[in-house]
């Protein structure tokens, strides 16, 4: 068993605290925490027989994979900081709590105290004393499709979301809530009530939506605190562009001690620049988290290359070749998800075409151009800017958002045999909307699928090649024979003397 040490980083005062002593040991090194973090699906050889159709459900595998970096390392070291140093002012054992949290219960009105009970009137010593604010307030930023979102849900998934105390606390601790809003203040306390709704069964939108915009902000306060929410973690923060959201978690964070972490893109940093608010983007880049750039191609993209490219269903499988990964590279100017979206859909793109199922099904730098060239086409002038290292030109993109990869799959192969992963080709199983979003090749064995015209002496007329050859195990002699009595194909040695 890997050793662990408890509660590291916290003051030593604040270790007896119940909110804290209920959380998870922290991690004692890196390597224990890359095997925690890291999730590889599973990779079974014996697909590459399979039918096409059924490959095409192992496509999405590398969606779910996960892969530990150094910066993930560093970003769990600050988010256990962040949530555990929110609970050093808010100890049940302190008299002072609770004469705070009848007064926020009071706030929140009657007829919330059936959803949250009041505590008895039992308090244990006087708790820690109170301590001058430590550093409450993180801020990720990263471009579009680096993994920052993921990053920080991966990371939050090792703490218990709710934990209810016991010992005539009679508390539900909330560790972390993780919302996204794309509006001003009254959306974010309508989105800020419905998460906690969602976690803990509660009706706070019910009750609180009647009323005014600065009432909602004042009950999302109460309810930080009288929750015991650790951390609040704030997707899409460069949308509060122009609002006052960002002064708020401030205040929040003062009064009810919740710790605030904002999740956004380089616009974040416009925003405060031309807000001349410096002096508050240096209060949320008070946390040590490292901005979520693209993979470092020498020490990061090779990590997760390699790991990355495990996860084939190509006929015969094309070994990780230098020349592959600084294509892909080149693609994706090391982006994780423009990476995976490009080898999911090459690979697709190979499947799809090979009807015979015996093709070896290659993966090529110049396959990987064509099919970035055809998928990438919304994020092409962002790539541009990060080869050309225009960080000015970078921090005007917000996130951008791709066709989900499920859709493109789906426009390729039926939803019905998807489900029941049906091996019998169908009769046109590209539709005219996939055909034409895919790239061009020079060498393509197979035309799209579909009836093809064929060219006999007389006119043009439908016709099936497997018709003419009949069973596919037919023997390859006999094929030929058939194909070249049809008049589709001839002896070489017949063209010999003609001009």
């Known amino acids: 068993m890997p050793k662990r040490i408890i509660n590291t980083g916290i003051l030593p005062a604040s270790l007896d605290n119940p909110f804290i002593r209920k959380l998870p040991d922290e991690i004692e090194d890196e390597e224990t925490f890359a095997d925690r973090f890291r999730f590889r699906p599973e990779i079974n050889e014996a697909r590459r027989a399979a039918p096409n159709r059924q490959r095409a459900l192992c496509l999405i595998d590398p969606l779910h994979l ?81 993994g920052k979102s993921i990053s920080v849900d991966r990371d939050l998934q090792q703490y218990p979301q709710v934990i209810n105390h016991g010992d005539g606390l009679n508390i539900r601790q909330v560790t972390y809530l993780k919302i996204e809003v794309t509006k001003g203040p009254k959306d974010f306390s309508i989105t800020f009530f419905q998460a906690l709704d969602q976690i803990l069964g509660t009706s706070y939108y019910i009750r609180f939506r009647r009323l005014t915009e600065y009432e909602m902000l004042m009950q999302v306060v109460n309810l930080a605190f009288v929750h015991a929410i650790g951390l609040i973690a704030v997707e899409e923060f460069q949308n509060f562009d122009g609002c006052s959201i960002p002064k708020f978690l401030l205040r929040l964070n003062n009064v009810s001690k919740s710790s605030v972490l904002g999740i956004g893109t380089y616009k974040v940093e416009k925003f405060f620049d031309e807000a001349h608010e410096l002096k508050l983007y ?84 110049g396959l990987i151009s064509q099919i970035a060239e055809a998928h990438l086409k919304p994020v092409r002038e962002l790539l541009n800017a990060y080869r050309r290292r225009d960080w000015n030109l970078i921090q005007e993109f917000d996130d951008i958002r791709l066709p989900l990869v499920e859709e493109l799959l789906a426009k390729t192969y039926s939803p019905v045999e998807l489900e029941t992963g049906a091996s019998q080709p169908l009769s046109c ?43 596919e195990n037919r023997n390859p002699e006999a094929a030929y024979q058939a194909l070249k009595m049809a008049g589709f194909i001839k002896n070489p040695i017949e063209f010999w003397g003609t001009s």
């Open 66 to 146: 996960r892969v530990s970096l150094p910066r993930h390392w560093d970003l769990d070291c600050e988010l256990s900081k962040l949530i555990r140093w929110s609970y050093t002012n808010r100890d049940p054992r302190d008299p002072r709590y609770w004469i705070e949290f009848k007064a926020r219960m009071n706030s929140l009105g009657n007829d919330t105290k059936g959803i949250v009970t009041l505590p008895v009137e039992k308090h244990v010593g006087w708790g820690a004393p109170a301590v001058s604010a430590a550093v409450q307030t993180g801020l990720v930023i990263g471009g579009t499709g680096n």
């Open 282 to 365: 240096r209060r949320y880049r008070q946390a040590r988290i490292p901005d979520w750039t693209p993979l470092d191609q020498e020490k990061e993209w090779p990590i997760y290359f390699d790991e990355l490219w495990n996860y084939q269903v190509t006929r015969k499988p094309t070994p990780p070749l230098k020349e592959l990964s600084d294509r892909l590279f080149y693609e994706c100017q090391g982006i994780p998800d423009f990476a995976t979206r490009i080898y999911i859909m090459t690979q697709d793109w190979l499947i799809a075409r090979n009807h015979s199922r015996r093709e070896a099904e290659l993966i090529t730098p």
């Open 429 to 471: 199983a590209i539709d005219s909307d996939a055909e034409s979003a895919l790239p061009p090749l020079a060498a393509t064995p197979v035309k799209a699928r579909g009836t093809p015209k064929c060219k006999h002496d007389g006119p043009r007329v439908p016709c099936k090649l497997v018709d003419i050859v009949g069973d």
